[in-house]
């Protein structure tokens, strides 16, 4: 792992460039999963309507240790209007999503070798800021099972110092991410950022994730100023679907009302499940259609 490098200059703060009253549009490549992320989508999100992208770090999709991958997107980017504004990070180290048997990306986990691989892989990802200028990286800490404990919060802690390290100079900034867990709850992310004295951390707010756990209307208040973007998608309440906005059963009114009420609106990342991906001729309507929720 080489140090990272200082980015020539940081990106300006992109959650509502332009208009402070409107969210940022950003589309997760979340739904190009199952393929190589290539121009031609990049180029289909912005005939969608996205303002911005949020890179998924998976190797078949990303392979953030291609330095000619790396390279390839970075040229587009340069030469299109289209931003990079996230990267989330790599959830695990082969390309084959953990079904091959390789370990889960887990910064919590109890072995110390594990965590150290796991910040080693996420920093991998991170190098890729030195070409493709993304602000921020939405973090996940732990896996499902993880519970709470003083342990728990130590790892997170050091995590979070250590990786953030790493990441500012860069020009990147850390977002964690609420899930499905003990540890990631929105109180127990503010927490750990307070005990950590985390005050660079941002948080990505999962709105699916809020809905099957504390509920949407909790988690935007709990969470607060503290929400830097938004992971948009749907479910009912049961399990982790990332349905499109409609098809399940949040309450969108409610939720779009109470992100706008934050003093700064969060940047709004529509982050679809990959099986919806393939139709590629109805995707821009439909993503359109999800975005339009927030005007």
Excluded at 95 to 116: D, F, Q, T
Aim: hydrophobic share 45%; net charge negative.
């Amino acid at each position: 792992m080489r140090q990272s490098k200082q980015r020539p200059a940081c990106l300006p703060d992109l959650r509502n460039a332009g208009d402070p009253s409107t969210m940022l549009r950003v589309l997760s490549t979340h739904l190009f999963l199952n393929q190589r992320l290539h121009p031609g989508l990049l180029e289909l999100a912005a005939r969608s309507g996205a303002q911005g992208v949020e890179i998924f770090a998976a190797r078949q999709h990303f392979d953030y240790s291609s330095r000619e991958h790396i390279a390839e997107l970075a040229s587009w980017f340069r030469s299109n209007t289209l931003k990079p504004f996230s990267m989330h990070a790599p959830m695990f180290p082969d390309r084959e999503m953990g079904r091959a048997g390789a370990p889960a990306v887990n910064v919590l986990h109890p072995e110390k070798a594990r965590r150290i691989d796991a910040m080693d892989e996420i920093k991998r990802a991170l190098e890729a800021a030195e070409l493709i200028p993304f602000s921020n990286l939405v973090l996940h800490l732990g896996e499902r099972t993880d519970g709470w404990s003083q342990r728990s919060i130590e790892y997170a802690i050091t995590a979070l110092e250590h990786l953030g390290a790493f990441a500012h100079p860069l020009g990147v900034r850390l977002l964690v991410e609420n899930l499905l867990s003990e540890p990631t709850t929105p109180e127990r992310l503010i927490t750990i950022l307070n005990l950590g004295h985390q005050t660079n951390v941002g948080i990505c707010l999962d709105l699916g994730h809020a809905h099957i756990t504390v509920g949407v209307a909790e988690a935007i208040a709990t969470l607060g100023s503290r929400i830097t973007s938004v992971h948009v998608h749907d479910n009912h309440a049961v399990k982790d679907e990332h349905l499109w906005p409609g098809d399940g059963n949040i309450d969108w009114p409610a939720a779009v009302k109470a992100l706008k009420a934050l003093a700064t609106p969060p940047a709004t990342v529509l982050e679809i499940h990959q099986s919806y991906g393939g139709d590629t001729a109805a995707l821009p309507a439909r993503i359109q259609q999800a975005f339009a929720l927030f005007d």
